[in-house]
């Protein structure tokens, strides 16, 4: 059975709504909204007055975690402050997820992960609304739901074991394609955990070659092409990405480069392999 993909091009705060309720995921309890907060200096992420609509009508509190590389969210003292700098904070009830530690969620038939390290407050959420920025990235060759659900909620010491593809000292000199598979093991332990309780929206604007996590990105490269959502986060990563080769766009080739020379493709077909997804989707327009 095809999976649903919801699509609007309402690039606005409404149209972040709307396609959320034509979505109309079963979550409920405290809902937690995984955003990125955007690394100091970066000019490409999602602004927090874009979601405030949608995160109030969810009464959710906004979620992240602290990363393992430089930068001013690397500790949680510089991040807490990244987060109001940013006015995250200004609109919203902000929880930094490892701020107290990490939680181990067991991997079933990784062949890199035996463990994925979240965030310790996760556990204080009954669902997850996860809320993505779709563009570009230097190392995973595009960012999305799949992302979002691995490295984005992995605590920092749980990020540089994806990255080194279950060794933590090997963060930046593990086998490419380990790394990007180990991604998708680390979704399936958030799937496992949350299964019918999760919900995914990708928003494809301000589309760089190059992720929310660099101080200095690259500007957009493609013009902007709207909100999907979906209850399945491979589909809805196949989905955009099947939207940038269809873009009638020649900026769409400097974005589709970054994508193919990093192999990106392959997160979503290891996904789609260990039945976290489907890779035949259904396209909705809700316009």
């Known amino acids: 059975m095809k999976s649903k993909v919801y699509f609007t091009s309402d690039l606005t705060s409404n149209g972040l709504l709307k396609i959320y309720q034509a979505l109309n995921p079963n979550l409920q309890g405290n809902i937690g909204v995984k955003i990125h907060s955007g690394e100091a200096g970066n000019q490409n992420y999602l602004r927090p007055d874009f979601m405030k609509s949608l995160v109030d009508f969810v009464n959710g509190t906004v979620i992240e975690c602290n990363t393992a590389y ?33 939680i181990p969620l067991k991997v079933k038939n990784g062949s890199f992960l035996t463990t994925n390290y979240v965030g310790k407050n996760l556990t204080n959420y009954d669902s997850l609304l996860v809320l993505s920025h779709f563009k570009g990235h230097p190392m995973g060759g595009f960012g999305g739901a799949l992302k979002n659900i691995s490295i984005g909620l992995a605590s920092s010491y749980g ?48 589309m760089s070659v190059d992720c929310d996590c660099c101080q200095i990105a690259a500007d957009p490269v493609i013009k902007d092409i709207g909100i999907l959502a979906s209850l399945d986060p491979v589909a809805l990563d196949k989905a955009c990405l099947d939207l940038v080769y269809q873009a009638d766009d020649l ?28 890779l035949d989707y259904e396209l909705i327009n809700i316009d």
């Open 70 to 102: 430089d930068g001013e969210r690397n500790t949680t003292e510089k991040h807490l402050k990244l987060l109001d700098d940013h006015e995250w904070t200004k609109y919203y009830q902000v929880d930094l997820l490892d701020q107290e530690g990490e």
């Open 159 to 206: 990020k540089a074991v994806i990255h080194g593809a279950g060794e933590a000292q090997k963060i930046w000199s593990s086998n490419h394609d380990d790394f990007l598979k180990s991604m998708a093991e680390a979704s399936s332990t958030i799937m496992d955990l949350y299964k019918n309780k999760i919900a995914f929206i990708n928003v494809m604007k301000n």
């Open 251 to 278: 900026g769409k080739q400097d974005l589709i480069e970054r994508i193919e020379s990093r192999n990106g493709i392959l997160t979503v077909l290891e996904a789609n392999r260990l039945n976290i997804g489907n």
